[in-house]
């Protein structure tokens, strides 16, 4: 479908399909790998699902001390709190993000909006499959375009694989599960060739551990874009993955139309999560302790990588993405039986992911791993 930009403006792309609700998501291959007899145990090193081993920040803690004290209260002053202070730290207004239970709430929504209108996903792969997954159940169709020799996302073979019957467009960056990061001028330049009718979807869960940093966000053409969507995530740096606590950013018409069709009408989170984000918000030194911590925690890893002659990609992220020919078969299976816990997607035919944990779980995860070498 062809409209003009007058057109977009005045009826959001997101305004134009019914959302669905979908039962609850699990990563791709997640959900053998972290049974619930071993949450909590500190018997095992927990290096699958990519979280902050320091999180949250003792300010977070003590803000959701605090707030529960208002549990029996809707939370829709915290909502607008939180919003407030996204908009200062980014340079937009309230009305332009959406605040949901983790990033997932809004991949999960994107995917929907495309699939209830039996539409294209096109996204470089492998990635993060939510929006994937949620498009498919609802009847999307998925166009792969290949990484690189490099596992680095490919632009301009994105861009010509765009067509009449692309809906939206998936960029992760940096990407999950490669760990490989984009250019901020490429990208930008990218998105501006985006057709208008074409939504863009960049999740950028990992922009903190990013080698741009925040500079490296596409936050700057949110007034510009008209069909741009930002997600991200506390999940990750923040580390408040089990606080559920995700955003998204975009024009005040997609933020209104997402929000519409949200399950939760914006109330899914509740006063921890809200807090605990706003004060993390207000504790950078946490972040830059964490980021500092991540570096020192991956150079184990390459350290070791490198000695022994394994393929890996460095890391715009909290996890090393690297080949698995130089181990013996079944080695998340192997690990797991010595306590430690790592990832491989059945998307991962040739490799596999280790989140990386403090320096110490480093040390233990290459000193453990080394027995599997062939």
């Known amino acids: 479908m062809s409209i003009t930009r007058r057109d977009w403006i005045r009826q959001s792309l997101l305004a134009s399909a019914t959302m669905l609700v979908a039962g609850p998501h699990v990563a791709q291959g997640c959900a053998s790998e ?3 007899e071993i949450l909590g145990k500190d018997d095992f090193i927990l290096l699958n699902w990519n ?3 320091y999180g949250p920040s003792e300010v977070a803690k003590q803000a ?27 340079g937009l207004k309230p009305a332009n993000f959406l605040l949901t239970a983790g990033s997932t709430e809004v991949l999960s929504l994107l995917g929907q909006h495309v699939g209830l209108q039996r539409g294209e996903v096109l996204t470089p792969f492998p990635t993060f499959p939510t929006a994937l997954r949620f498009g498919e159940r609802a009847g999307a169709t998925i166009k792969k375009v290949e990484l690189d020799a490099n596992d680095r996302i490919d632009l301009d073979q994105t861009l010509g694989a765009i ?8 960029i992760c960056n940096p990407n999950n599960p490669t760990g ?4 901020t001028e490429d990208l930008k330049a990218f998105c501006r060739k985006v057709p208008e009718n074409v939504l863009i979807c960049v999740d950028e869960a990992y922009v903190e551990y990013s080698n741009a940093g925040m500079k490296g966000s596409m936050v700057d053409l949110v007034n510009e874009l008209p069909n741009l969507v930002i997600c991200r995530t506390f999940s990750k740096a923040y580390g408040l993955a089990g606080l559920r606590m995700g955003y998204a950013i975009s024009n005040v018409r997609n933020i209104q139309a997402l929000r519409d069709r949200h399950l939760g009408a914006e109330i899914s989170t509740g006063w921890p999560p809200l807090v605990a984000a706003s004060a993390s918000l207000d504790d950078p030194e946490f972040i830059n302790t964490c980021v500092a911590k991540n570096a020192e925690g991956k150079q184990i890893v390459y350290d070791a990588y490198d000695r022994w002659g394994v393929k890996y990609n460095p890391s715009s992220t909290n996890f090393v993405y690297a080949r698995d020919d130089r181990f013996e078969k079944d080695l998340v299976a192997k690990m797991r039986a010595k306590g430690i816990l790592i990832t491989k997607w059945p998307t991962m035919t040739d490799h596999f992911r280790v989140s990386i944990g403090k320096p110490e ?9 080394e027995e599997f070498l062939v």
């Open 34 to 36: 972290r049974p619930d």
């Open 51 to 53: 979280e902050n081993p």
């Open 64 to 90: 959701v001390g605090d707030a529960m004290k208002y549990a029996n209260r809707y939370p829709d002053e915290k909502i607008n709190e939180l919003k407030e202070k996204l908009a200062k730290k980014n």
């Open 163 to 170: 067509s009449d019957k692309t809906t939206m467009v998936f």
């Open 180 to 183: 490989t990061e984009l250019e």
């Open 361 to 369: 779980h480093m040390r233990m995860y290459v000193k453990t791993v």
